[in-house]
């Protein structure tokens, strides 16, 4: 362990704890209303997907062998099926509730993890292969869950006004 | 220089070649004429981003002290001013040729970087502070810049089927 590696645990950290906060501030501006409607005609509504995000946030959960899925229920309506397919959806007051709570149990876990432990496989690979594909480790995860946030934080953006 | 570090390095380059990667494939699929759409009813349209974006990246030649800007005459037009208030815009050829030439440039430049010379300076820092605020580094730049570019990829990506 030295400082420089220290530094980039510590970007790569800090940069999901922006994206984060910024996803946050934008869903406290959005209303429920708003959360219902389409980010653009024909596509996904914001409800989708507040809950596509919960969904794949809890999934980092047992990605990062922290701990089991705190709503596994998510998985079938928010990653598996499209929007618009299921009948019933969660209320949005209980998405938002969940989007938190799995965002704080993350968050205390990553709190918990030393630097050196970062470097340590995802649960997607097994012991014997890791030596193999070292870069698929913990910190992996936390870069392109980062970007998959950006990415459909710019599009939950687009119901600003609406 | 560890073989951590060399790989947290290597994993913040790879999210960020994966993001243009995925970024240009979307760009190909992507007609002029759906570029000129609006990514939804009043916001951005596509060729502003694709001039944001080019102008965004351009500017990080000189930001990562690699060269000054190729383009600068598109940073008052797709920076500083919102869309649809400058009267003549670079056609969309012209602009799919300068987003390819400076990402193309860009990555020429960051090739050559070493692992420990990512943890320099970017730009914006000078010399004196830089040691007391470390993480302002040209990796940085990179974590930051990626989750921006993924922040407009899913913007761009609404004007598929338009």
Redesign the interface.
Known sequence: ?????Q??????L??WTK?IGATNALLEKLSDEQLMQE?????NRGVYLLGHLTAEHDEMLSLLRFQEAMYPELMPVFMDAPDRTVATLPSIQQLRAQWNAVNDTLMEHMNRLSA?EW?TRHANISEEDFPKE??R?R??VI??R???L??????L??LE?K
Not at 1 to 5: G, I, R, V
């Open positions: 362990m030295n400082d420089q590696q530094l980039c645990v510590k970007m790569v800090d940069a994206e980010v653009s005609p024909t596509r050196d470097f070292p870069h480790d910190l992996n870069v392109s980062t970007s998959h950006a990415y459909h934080r710019g599009q953006a687009l006004g």
